[in-house]
């Protein structure tokens, strides 16, 4: 017999448990170096129209089906649909969360080089010129391989304490002190030479920038920043209490995730105008721009090795969040134990991290369509299998099962009432399968 499942204690555990998963290096990290190859302002504002119109219904549909069926992935599919396919899209899921999950780790592996670096006193603020050469020095060669691993490994020990100790401890202490750092540097901003232009890239769109690639890469970094798509959400959403008002939960959700966004781009930007940085730089951008940032501050080493910390344990809470999805994939369906299935994700996730982590040094000549291993694992999971993932929940949840179901969930057995509940299965419904499949479509050149 399985173990038996945990239900968060409380509703803040919930949230906070919830908004660790969402907020990540995917807020920090992914949101700006996509914005900025982009064009700004109009990748933002595709990106805000989607979450809220496309992500949030998604999302509690996600939660919907977690909490009905308390099941992984597949098994909520299955348990909603006995007989059918659908379960079939759990495999996918699974898949897309460790390729998603190895280059993760590459990236959180920058910043336990870059906390420790700081804490040495090694991170050459001095000199702009040093900036970009040293980011190459620390992330080329065999050095990241060696970071990914010790961060791959840190997981694995949070996974190991179970959900209810590990993950909830951790991320009601620390998320809201990332926030806190966050707006306290975003107020900093205000006083670099590059705000104005910052801010104008950031808030002026210009339409004609608005493309079938900018369309889609913010629908997959919307997908991605609420950590959906994947049976993340649903699985966490297993393991809420009954007394949980999912659409409250996932609306703060979606509001503190683009709220972390936001302050990210307002850090990033108006550095990258003052320090002469080209916004389209790519992964490698933030990692540039921040050691300017903290060159401008007094103890600028206390912030950076504060900043980086914290950005390794946001981005901790989000893995965790994503082994998750294979994890109870493994012990439910495959009856293996935690500690078994914990390790064979790890191990799987760590090939393809150490692949994705040589993609900057020697491997950065092995590209397939153009793209190094890290870009294609990045494209293809984000870009594609998230959104796909997302259209599948839709029409799953608005077309094929009994529509009780969702109105159930959503006002927790009727304990209230769900005013939005009709705009929420005419999103599901329409609006997200044929936006989505317009975008895709659009995206490939067929329309
Ligand atoms: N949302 C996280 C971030 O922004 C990343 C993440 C966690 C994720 N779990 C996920 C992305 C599941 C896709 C699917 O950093």
Same mark, same amino acid.
């Given at each position: 017999?399985?173990?038996?499942?945990?239900?968060?204690?409380?509703?803040?555990?919930?949230?906070?448990?919830?908004?660790?998963?969402?907020?990540?290096?995917?807020?920090?990290?992914?949101?700006?170096?996509?914005?900025?190859?982009?064009?700004?302002?109009?990748?933002?504002?595709?990106?805000?129209?989607?979450?809220?119109?496309?992500?949030?219904?998604?999302?509690?549909?996600?939660?919907?089906?977690?909490?009905?069926?308390?099941?992984?992935?597949?098994?909520?599919?299955?348990?909603?649909?006995?007989?059918?396919?659908?379960?079939?899209?759990?495999?996918?899921?699974?898949?897309?969360?460790?390729?998603?999950?190895?280059?993760?780790?590459?990236?959180?592996?920058?910043?336990?080089?870059?906390?420790?670096?700081?804490?040495?006193?090694?991170?050459?603020?001095?000199?702009?010129?040093?900036?970009?050469?040293?980011?190459?020095?620390?992330?080329?060669?065999?050095?990241?391989?060696?970071?990914?691993?010790?961060?791959?490994?840190?997981?694995?020990?949070?996974?190991?304490?179970?959900?209810?100790?590990?993950?909830?401890?951790?991320?009601?202490?620390?998320?809201?002190?990332?926030?806190?750092?966050?707006?306290?540097?975003?107020?900093?901003?205000?006083?670099?030479?590059?705000?104005?232009?910052?801010?104008?890239?950031?808030?002026?769109?210009?339409?004609?920038?608005?493309?079938?690639?900018?369309?889609?890469?913010?629908?997959?970094?919307?997908?991605?920043?609420?950590?959906?798509?994947?049976?993340?959400?649903?699985?966490?959403?297993?393991?809420?209490?009954?007394?949980?008002?999912?659409?409250?939960?996932?609306?703060?959700?979606?509001?503190?995730?683009?709220?972390?966004?936001?302050?990210?781009? =307002?850090?990033?930007?108006?550095?990258?105008? %003052?320090?002469?940085?080209?916004?389209?730089?790519?992964?490698?951008?933030?990692?540039?721009?921040?050691?300017? =940032?903290?060159?401008?501050?007094?103890?600028?080493?206390?912030?950076?090795?504060?900043?980086?910390?914290?950005?390794?344990?946001?981005?901790?809470?989000?893995?965790?969040?994503?082994?998750?999805?294979?994890?109870?994939?493994?012990?439910?369906?495959?009856?293996?134990?935690?500690?078994?299935?914990?390790?064979?994700?790890?191990?799987?996730?760590?090939?393809?991290?150490?692949?994705?982590?040589? %993609?900057?040094?020697?491997?950065?000549?092995?590209?397939?369509?153009?793209?190094?291993?890290?870009?294609?694992?990045?494209?293809?999971? %984000?870009?594609?299998?998230?959104?796909?993932?997302?259209?599948?929940?839709? =029409?799953?949840?608005?077309?094929?099962?009994?529509?009780?179901?969702?109105?159930?969930?959503?006002?927790?057995?009727?304990?209230?009432?769900?005013?939005?509940?009709?705009?929420?299965?005419?999103?599901?419904?329409?609006?997200?399968?044929?936006?989505?499949?317009?975008?895709?479509?659009? %995206? =490939?050149?067929?329309?």
């Amino acid at each position: 017999m399985i173990e038996k499942r945990a239900v968060f204690a409380t509703r803040f555990a919930a949230v906070a448990t919830t908004v660790g998963s969402a907020v990540g290096l995917g807020n920090i990290w992914r949101f700006p170096y996509e914005a900025g190859m982009h064009g700004g302002a109009a990748f933002i504002l595709c990106y805000l129209a989607f979450v809220f119109a496309i992500a949030l219904p998604v999302l509690c549909a996600e939660f919907a089906m977690g909490r009905d069926t308390r099941s992984n992935i597949f098994g909520a599919f299955r348990k909603l649909c006995p007989g059918g396919a659908w379960h079939y899209v759990g495999y996918v899921a699974i898949l897309a969360s460790l390729l998603i999950l190895s280059f993760y780790s590459v990236v959180a592996g920058w910043t336990v080089e870059y906390t420790l670096a700081s804490v040495c006193g090694k991170l050459n603020f001095a000199d702009a010129a040093t900036g970009h050469g040293q980011f190459v020095e620390l992330t080329t060669g065999w050095r990241p391989v060696v970071w990914t691993v010790i961060f791959l490994l840190c997981n694995v020990c949070v996974l190991m304490g179970g959900v209810t100790k590990g993950i909830e401890r951790m991320s009601n202490i620390l998320m809201p002190l990332l926030f806190v750092l966050l707006v306290a540097f975003c107020i900093n901003s205000f006083t670099m030479p590059g705000f104005a232009d910052g801010i104008r890239f950031l808030f002026s769109p210009d339409f004609s920038k608005i493309t079938p690639a900018v369309l889609l890469s913010a629908l997959g970094q919307a997908f991605f920043s609420l950590s959906l798509g994947l049976g993340c959400m649903m699985t966490y959403a297993s393991y809420f209490s009954d007394r949980n008002r999912l659409g409250t939960t996932a609306f703060t959700t979606a509001m503190l995730d683009t709220l972390v966004a936001i302050l990210a781009g =307002i850090i990033i930007f108006p550095a990258v105008f %003052s320090f002469g940085i080209s916004p389209g730089s790519g992964p490698t951008l933030v990692f540039e721009v921040l050691p300017f =940032i903290f060159s401008q501050l007094p103890a600028g080493a206390v912030w950076s090795t504060l900043f980086f910390m914290l950005l390794f344990l946001a981005s901790i809470t989000s893995t965790v969040s994503m082994s998750e999805i294979s994890i109870t994939f493994l012990c439910e369906e495959k009856k293996m134990s935690r500690r078994s299935a914990t390790l064979l994700s790890s191990a799987i996730a760590l090939v393809g991290g150490v692949l994705c982590a040589l %993609s900057f040094g020697p491997l950065r000549g092995f590209t397939i369509g153009g793209m190094t291993v890290f870009d294609l694992f990045d494209y293809v999971s %984000s870009n594609i299998c998230l959104p796909l993932g997302g259209m599948a929940v839709s =029409i799953f949840v608005g077309w094929v099962i009994d529509r009780r179901m969702l109105r159930r969930q959503m006002t927790d057995g009727g304990a209230f009432r769900f005013r939005l509940l009709p705009v929420l299965v005419f999103c599901l419904r329409w609006l997200c399968p044929a936006a989505i499949l317009l975008i895709f479509l659009n %995206s =490939i050149g067929l329309i």
